[in-house]
Structures are given as structure tokens and as C-alpha cells.
């Protein structure tokens, strides 16, 4: 699996960007995207606007993390993993039985930018088992990702040559595109490209940017972690899908 997302659009917490050793070998989107259809020919590309796109590959796919991509009214979503309450979840939302776990998402993320009065934190904890995903609404250009609250399924981050978002469930595919500019997506973590990143285990908690310097002190990479000394006052709540879906962009940096 693998996304790209301009700056613009995807966001990205700019401490993707601290490592001073491994910009100069971060790539562009191009590069990226035909380094991966070089190694995974096979694979399924869904371009979006402005050079965007996620792809998926199911080559030496583990047969416990399966990996899957649906589009239902122009959302894009990525789905690697299982979960556990898939009935009971198709029951509450009204889906048929075949409904996947994909599909799951999708409409689990519709009802929270049509109808829900309620922050995404709630409704996330509900999906139950091992996964992670990958959520694009090209009709308002919100992104979503989410991974289960143990890490069971990898996935990593990063920050390419120019300044793009980049999501996989390789490391090494994030080293190639990268560099060090990279870090492991936070277990029990939700990121938004409005609202930025924020645990939906600990939601009145943030999470934060731990930087790591090797023996010169340079930043050779981050991590992001919960930090449970800090409490955030309130949660924002927005109640419809235009409020939900154009959330005040924090602004650059501002994503902890």
C-alpha cells in the first residue's frame, strides 16, 4: 500500500521534516509512485487531482493483514487488517453482508461528516481488531488514517522531497521515498489534514513529537507518542458534513 499527497493537501506535521541527515534523499511524487510500479507491476494506481494517488499491491500479502481498496462516492479508502465486529458494525450502519471492512470505514466516516454531532474519536473506538487505513474524500479533500490501538498492522509516515505526505505499511518503501525523513504512524491514532493528529485511546491527551539525535546530535528521527502529562481542555465537536469536512486547518506545526 502506498499514498501520496501534496503538501497542501495532506498536511503533513512538519516534524516529518526534522531529521538533518536524509532530505537530500527524499523523492518527488513521480519518483516515488514509479519506483513502486516498478517493483510491484501489478498493482492497482487510482490517480486523484493535483498528482495525488494511492495504490495498492497484493504481492507477499500476509493472509491475516488482508489488503483492500474501495470507492464509494468519490471516497478512496485503503484497508489492510480485519475487524473483529464486522456484523455487529453492518448492522449498526445499515450495510448488506457483504459489505467489507473497507466499506465499513467508508460509511463510518460518512456518518461522521454528515450526520454526526460527535468528535471522530467516538466512533473510531467502535471498530474493533487489527488494522490500519487510509481514507481520501476527493469531494472535499479530506484525508483520514487511522491505526488499531495495539500497532497490529504497520504502518509508516513520512515526508518526500517535496514537502508531500507519504503513507505505507513498508518501511521500506518510506526509507526509499524518504529517506529519514520517516516514522511509524502512532498506534490508536487518528490523523486529519484539518484537525492534524490526536489519539482516540487518550483523546483528551496530546500527542507529540519526540525527536532522536544520533552520537553528533543531529536529529536522525522522530517519533509520535501520547503524552499523558498534558491534558487538552475541551474537544472540538462539529455537527455537519461541511464543518466536519472544512475544519479549521491548524496551521503548519500547530498539529500537536
Not at 504481492?59 to 491475516?64: A, G, I
Not at 504497520?154 to 520517516?182: F, P, Q, T, Y
Not at 472544512?246 to 498539529?255: I, L, N, P, R, Y
Request: glycine fraction near 8%.
Amino acid at each position: 500500500m502506498l499514498t501520496v499527497f501534496d503538501k497542501a493537501t495532506g498536511n503533513p506535521p512538519v516534524e516529518l521534516g526534522l531529521p538533518s541527515i536524509g532530505p537530500e534523499k527524499a523523492k518527488t511524487r513521480e519518483e516515488i509512485l514509479k519506483l513502486f510500479q516498478s517493483s510491484r507491476p501489478e498493482c492497482t494506481v487510482y490517480y486523484l487531482s493535483d498528482g495525488n494517488f494511492m495504490a495498492l499491491s497484493h504481492d507477499n500479502e500476509n493472509q491475516s493483514h488482508l489488503r483492500s481498496i474501495v470507492v464509494i462516492d468519490d471516497v478512496f479508502c485503503i484497508f489492510i487488517g480485519t475487524l473483529e465486529n464486522t456484523s455487529d458494525l453492518r448492522r449498526y450502519y445499515g450495510l448488506p453482508r457483504q459489505a467489507t471492512e473497507a466499506m465499513v470505514v467508508v460509511e463510518v466516516y460518512k456518518v461522521l461528516r454528515d450526520r454526526a454531532p460527535y468528535p471522530p474519536d467516538q466512533v473510531i473506538k467502535d471498530l474493533q481488531g487489527k488494522f490500519a487505513f487510509i481514507l481520501f474524500d476527493a469531494r472535499s479533500g479530506t484525508l483520514f488514517a487511522a491505526r488499531d490501538r495495539d500497532g497490529s498492522v504497520e504502518l509508516h509516515w513520512g515526508m518526500a522531497g517535496d514537502g508531500s505526505l507519504v503513507c505505507s505499511h513498508k518501511l521500506n518503501i518510506i526509507r526509499e521515498a524518504c529517506g529519514k525523513c520517516c516514522a511509524p504512524f502512532p498506534p490508536g491514532c487518528i490523523f486529519t489534514n484539518g484537525s492534524g493528529l490526536m489519539s482516540f485511546v487518550h483523546p483528551l491527551h496530546k500527542v507529540r513529537a519526540i525527536a532522536r539525535e544520533d552520537d553528533s546530535g543531529n536529529i536522525c528521527g522522530v517519533a509520535f507518542q501520547v503524552d499523558l502529562f498534558t491534558r487538552i481542555p475541551s474537544i472540538p465537536r462539529t455537527g455537519s458534513g461541511q464543518n466536519w469536512a472544512d475544519a479549521t486547518a491548524v496551521k503548519e506545526g500547530d498539529h500537536y
